[in-house]
């Protein structure tokens, strides 16, 4: 499971971000309103919630842990 990321973001789009920490770029899908928060190129610790199924495995962020 992974709880948190800290690295820089280096792809922002209208609905995930990737941030790349150690030489790999995580896809982490953010709602619009954190979005918001975050800027290209920024150093970020993100919170995040590892979803997992049958067909797939997705990070979705959060900007505090609440």
């Known amino acids: 499971m992974i709880g ?5 973001i280096i792809l922002k789009t209208d609905k995930f971000l990737i ?17 918001l928060m975050f800027k290209l190129n920024e150093d970020i ?5 590892t979803h997992v199924r049958e067909d797939s495995l997705d ?8």
């Open 4 to 8: 948190s990321i800290k690295g820089k």
């Open 19 to 35: 941030v790349e920490t150690g030489g790999v770029g995580y896809k982490i899908n953010v709602s619009p309103d954190s979005l």
């Open 45 to 49: 610790l993100i919170w995040t919630h």
């Open 59 to 66: 990070l979705f962020g959060f900007k505090d842990r609440k």
